[in-house]
C-alpha cells in the first residue's frame, strides 16, 4: 500500500532515506493489522499478556525506566522568530532543530520496520477534524496510536482528498535520556521525535498535534485547540448541557469528564455523559455558538487513583480491551496499581514487589482504551459539527482564597479568569509544598505560541454576532481551619454544574462580588450533602485584602508576557483591582471607626 498524494510519498521516501528501515508498512487501521501488531509485540516481549478471564483482551507493557513521563525540557516549539514562541516554551533555530534531530534520525531504523500511519483527530467526516501520518518505528506506538485516533485507511483518504496533513517523524532511538528531543515545527505542520517511547513523546497525535500545532492552526484558522474535557449534563427534562473545562494535572479532569451524579440525582433523572477526557477543539457555528470535538478516540489516563471510589466509570471501561503501561500485576496475572484491592507480586519494573523500591505501579502509569467503551459515552462524540458549548469552566487546586465557585461578568473577565488559574503544590510532586504555579487555561506545556497572543486569540471571539458560552471558575479544594476539604468533590459536583446551568438559562440571579458572580445561598441544591450553612459560607467567603494581594501577583505574571500581551486584558485586571478597593474602602472606614 502506498499513497497517491504526492507529497506524502516524497516524504516518506525522505524519511526512508534518512531512517534506512529494513521495510515500510503502510497501516490501514484494520483489526487483523492489530491482532497481528499485538501477537507481534507478545513474542518480542515488548508486551505481556494480562489475565484473559478476568481482563479479555488486555496487555501490559513496561517501558524504559528512564523513560516514563513527559520531558518538557526537552520539547521545543521551534518557530523562526524566538519572540514567537513566547517565555512560556523552550525555543531552538528551526534550522539548528532540525540538523539536530536529523543527525539522531540518521539511519536509526536500520533493521527495523518503518510504520506508516494515516491517522484523523476528530470525527472522520467532521469539518472540525485535522489529519496527520506519524512514522514510527514502534510497534507499541501503532497499537495506542490505533485505540487513540480515527487511523488507517478513511484517514488516508480523507487526506488525499484534502492535500494536507501534520508530519510526525519519532522514533524509539537507544531510549537514552541523552539522546531524546521532541522538537514542534508549527510553521512547517511538523513533528520531530526522538529517543523516547513514552506516550506523550511518541503518540504524536495526542499533545504534540492535537495542542502544539493544532493550537497554532487554530490561530490562523479562527477556532481554539484546548487542554479541557467535554462533558455533557442530562436534566431531568431531556435537555443536555455541554461544558468543556481546562484544569491542571491531579485536579479531577478524568472524573469529572465520568462524573456520577449523587443518588438524588439519579433518582430524579439527571444523566452525565462523557464526550472527552482530554483536548477540546471548538469553533464558532453559524448560529455564533462555540461548538466542540474531542479529537481523540480512546482515554489515555492515568491509573494511580482509578478505583471504584473514585471513578468506576473509568474502572469499568478498562476492563478489556485496554493496554496497560508500567502497572503491577497480581498473583493471578491481573493488572493493579495503588487504589485498587488485592496484592501485587510484580511491580511496573517487572520486579518481585517490594515496598522498599517505591510503589508497585509507577505514578504516572497508563492505561489506553477507546473511548467507546465508557459506560457514559455519548453518540454525539461522533457528531460531525461537535456539541453547542454552555459553559467554559476553568479550575485548579487552592486551599484557600479560590471560591468553591465563580462566574466571569463578560467574557473578557473570564479570560482573565482562565489566564490567572493555577494550583499550589502538594506533597506528591518534587519541590517545596504551597507554592502557586500558574498554568493558563491548563496550557502552559502545550501553547504552541506565545502566550501574549494566546490571550489575544481568545479575547478575539468575543464578536457582535457571538452567543458565546458563560465562563466560570471552580475550586474543589478549598479546606477549612481544621486543614480537611470543605467540599466533599466528586459526584457533589454536579450540584455546581447544575447552578451553572440555571445561571445560562437565567433562572438564577447569583450574587454580585468584585471577583464575579457567586452562588446565592438558597441557589446550591444541598439536600442529602451534608454540608451546613456555616461550611457554605466558608467555600463562599470573599477575603478582600487578600484578593488585592492576588490581583498584584496575577498582574506580575501577566507582565512576563511584556508587550505581546493584550491591552484588554491589563484594563480588565484594573478593573478587577478598582473594583476590590472600592469594596475595601468601607472595610477600612469601618475597622477606622
Known amino acids: 500500500m502506498s499513497s497517491t498524494l504526492q507529497s506524502l510519498e516524497n516524504w516518506v521516501a525522505e524519511v526512508a532515506a534518512l531512517t534506512r528501515p529494513a521495510n515500510i508498512h503502510w497501516c490501514d487501521g484494520s483489526e487483523a493489522e492489530y491482532a497481528a501488531l ?17 481482563h479479555p483482551g488486555c496487555y501490559l507493557h513496561r517501558s524504559h525506566p528512564l523513560d516514563v513521563a513527559r520531558v518538557e525540557h526537552l520539547t521545543f516549539v521551534c518557530p523562526p522568530q524566538r519572540e514567537d514562541a513566547g517565555p512560556n516554551n523552550h525555543w531552538m533555530d528551526p534550522a539548528e532543530a532540525h540538523r539536530k534531530i536529523d543527525a539522531l534520525f540518521d539511519g536509526c531504523m536500520q533493521g527495523r520496520t518503518m510504520y506508516v500511519i494515516p491517522y484523523c483527530m476528530g470525527p472522520i467526516d467532521s469539518p472540525l477534524a485535522r489529519c496527520g501520518v506519524e512514522i514510527t518505528d514502534s510497534a507499541y506506538v501503532v497499537a495506542n496510536m490505533k485505540i487513540m485516533t480515527r487511523m488507517g485507511a478513511a484517514a488516508q483518504a480523507r487526506i488525499e482528498r484534502e492535500g ?32 523516547s517511547g513514552y506516550g506523550g513523546n511518541a503518540l504524536l497525535g495526542k499533545k504534540c498535534h492535537a495542542l502544539r500545532i493544532a493550537s497554532h492552526q487554530a490561530r490562523s484558522e479562527g477556532w481554539l485547540a484546548e487542554h479541557m474535557l467535554i462533558v455533557g449534563i442530562e436534566n431531568p427534562q431531556g435537555e443536555t448541557h455541554y461544558v468543556a473545562a481546562a484544569f491542571p494535572s491531579a485536579c479531577g479532569k478524568t472524573n469529572l469528564a465520568m462524573l456520577i451524579p449523587p443518588q438524588g440525582y439519579r433518582e430524579a433523572g439527571w444523566k452525565v455523559w462523557t464526550i472527552g477526557d ?15 470535538i474531542n479529537p481523540e478516540a480512546g482515554f489515555f489516563g492515568v491509573a494511580p487513583g482509578t478505583s471504584a471510589s473514585t471513578n468506576p466509570n473509568a474502572l469499568n ?111 506528591a510532586a518534587t519541590g517545596a509544598v504551597g507554592v502557586l504555579r500558574r498554568d493558563s487555561m491548563a496550557m502552559k506545556p502545550f501553547c504552541g505560541y506565545h502566550y501574549g497572543d494566546y490571550f489575544a486569540h481568545w479575547l478575539s471571539f468575543d464578536q457582535p454576532q457571538a452567543r458565546l458560552p458563560k ?123
Open 38 to 54: 499485538k501477537q507481534q509485540m507478545l513474542r518480542e516481549g515488548t508486551l505481556v499478556e494480562l489475565n484473559q478471564q478476568t
Open 164 to 195: 494536507s496533513f501534520v508530519k510526525g517523524l519519532h522514533s524509539s532511538g537507544e531510549l537514552d535520556p541523552e539522546r531524546r528531543f521532541i522538537m514542534h515545527f508549527p510553521h512547517e505542520l511538523t513533528i520531530k521525535s526522538y529517543g
Open 278 to 292: 482530554d483536548i477540546c477543539w471548538m469553533r464558532p457555528g453559524a448560529d455564533g455558538r462555540l461548538y466542540a
Open 317 to 427: 471501561s478498562i476492563a478489556r480491551d485496554t493496554i496497560f503501561t508500567n502497572v503491577a500485576v497480581t498473583a493471578d496475572n491481573q493488572p493493579w496499581w495503588e487504589g485498587l484491592p488485592g496484592t501485587p507480586v510484580t511491580d511496573w519494573q517487572g520486579r518481585a514487589y517490594d515496598p522498599a523500591n517505591g510503589p508497585a505501579a509507577h505514578p504516572n502509569s497508563r492505561f489506553t482504551v477507546s473511548a467507546r467503551q465508557c459506560p457514559t459515552w455519548s453518540e454525539q462524540a461522533e457528531a460531525a459539527q461537535g456539541v453547542p458549548l454552555s459553559a467554559i469552566v476553568f479550575g485548579g487546586r487552592r486551599p484557600s482564597l479560590l471560591p468553591l465557585v465563580m462566574e466571569a461578568r463578560d467574557w473578557s473577565h473570564g479570560v482573565l479568569m482562565g489566564a490567572a488559574m493555577g494550583s499550589e503544590t502538594t506533597a
Open 471 to 593: 465562563l466560570f471558575h471552580v475550586n474543589w479544594f478549598r479546606k477549612g481551619s481544621d486543614g480537611k476539604f470543605l467540599w466533599p468533590g466528586f459526584g457533589d459536583n454536579l450540584r455546581v454544574l447544575e447552578w451553572m446551568i440555571k445561571r445560562v438559562q437565567g433562572r438564577v440571579d447569583g450574587v454580585e462580588t468584585p471577583i464575579g458572580i457567586l452562588p446565592a445561598h438558597d441557589e446550591l441544591e444541598l439536600d442529602g450533602s451534608g454540608i451546613e450553612r456555616a461550611r457554605l459560607d466558608a467555600l463562599l467567603a470573599v477575603d478582600t485584602p487578600a484578593w488585592q494581594e492576588e490581583l498584584h501577583a496575577i498582574g506580575a505574571y501577566l507582565d512576563e508576557f511584556g508587550s505581546r500581551l493584550p491591552e484588554r486584558l491589563r484594563q480588565e485586571h484594573r478593573r478587577v483591582a478598582a473594583a476590590l478597593a472600592d469594596a475595601a474602602r468601607p472595610q477600612c472606614e469601618a475597622a477606622g471607626a
